[in-house]
């Protein structure tokens, strides 16, 4: 079997038909690929539309487990699965049509990673923007070590990319459990790892924007301490996996982007007492983060000026995203 769709669902009764129809609406050979969907706990009608589904296609299997959240639902179905591939797709997104004929053929490549275009589609007005998965087109079509496209690849959101099932399971590269963004945490060493990348030139995901009940509708104090977990996580993760200055200097990069989504998020998160007690506690780390700047090659002017501000006191960064 060449493919495992893996779906968490949970509260999504109002998403979830339309997502499935676009995954069997494919033309394909159903025995070439199996879809699996996680009732994560969901409340909701949402299993019911599921259960219709998965009696009239056999090669949808289903996994009930009590709500744990979003990444240990995407690591039971990783662990269940049987495709030479994974594809993590959210259940209130779709996919094209012929999406999964247009990935056969790559696949005999055998890449570790294959990461496409998306289009972005606004819920409450139908807006759809199509988003390249680089803007460097010489990238397109080819296959590539992980690391060096790291900061050229849009890696996020991770319903991007396509994995090889066997590279994420014998490099022990699992969701992060009850985080927001796990994707953030897990995008970075997977392609790290990754020894071929292969960049398309297409689009293949709907990702839809929703108006709300997604987390991105609102920030919470939760993504501030989280970015904070995933920020510590990754900086293990370079402890352990870099030999080299130049492999250094691209996690460095990895762990100060973080540093900035998370002043972003500070900015956005309407609890700001709570927000200054995480500045506080971490002061003296995130300085520390501030010097990773100077070791990145070629930084941009963004990056030196937010390096010194946090150098210098990181207060000035939360400050310049208030005002």
């Known amino acids: 079997m060449l493919l495992s769709i893996i779906i968490p669902v949970y509260n999504v009764e109002h998403y979830i038909k339309t997502t499935l129809q676009s995954v069997f609406n494919q033309n394909i050979d159903e025995t070439s690929y199996e879809v699996i969907v996680i009732n994560d706990g969901t409340p909701d009608n949402s299993m019911s539309i599921v259960t219709e589904f998965s ?9 009930s487990q009590d709500n744990q959240g979003l990444s240990c639902a995407r690591n039971a179905g990783l662990q269940r699965a049987k495709g030479d591939y994974v594809w993590f797709i959210d259940s209130d997104d779709t996919i094209v049509n012929n999406a999964i004929a247009l990935l056969f053929p790559l696949m005999k490549m055998q890449a570790d990673i294959y990461v496409f275009g998306l289009k972005k589609i606004n819920e409450k007005n139908g ?11 010489s990238l397109f079509s080819t296959m590539i070590e992980g690391k060096k496209i790291m900061n050229k690849v849009k890696k996020c959101p991770i319903q991007r990319c396509i994995f090889r099932r066997d590279f994420l399971l014998k490099n022990n590269l699992f969701f992060y459990p009850k985080i927001y963004h796990e994707d ?4 970075p060493r997977a392609f790290f790892l990754a020894k071929s990348v292969y960049v398309a030139d297409f689009a293949i995901y709907n990702y839809l924007i929703r108006m709300s009940g997604s987390i991105m509708s609102r ?3 939760k993504s501030c301490y989280d970015m904070i ?18 492999d250094n200097a691209i996690l460095k990069r ?42 990145i090659h070629f930084p941009s002017f963004k990056m030196l000026i937010f390096s010194v501000l946090c150098f210098i006191n990181p207060k000035l960064l939360y400050y310049k995203y208030l005002f």
């Open 127 to 137: 807006m759809i923007t199509e988003e390249y998965a680089t803007e460097k087109t």
């Open 55 to 63: 009696k009239k296609h056999k090669n949808l299997s289903i996994i």
């Open 254 to 295: 990895e762990i100060f982007i973080d540093m900035l989504i998370f002043f972003e998020y500070v900015y956005r998160c309407p609890d700001k007492e709570e927000v200054k007690k995480i500045i506080e506690k971490n002061h003296h780390w995130f300085r520390q983060i501030s010097s990773y700047a100077i070791s």
């Open 219 to 221: 920030i919470k104090i």
């Open 184 to 187: 953030i945490e897990l995008a």
């Open 229 to 246: 977990t995933i920020m510590h996580n990754l900086e293990t993760f370079r402890k352990n996996n870099t030999y080299t200055c130049y």
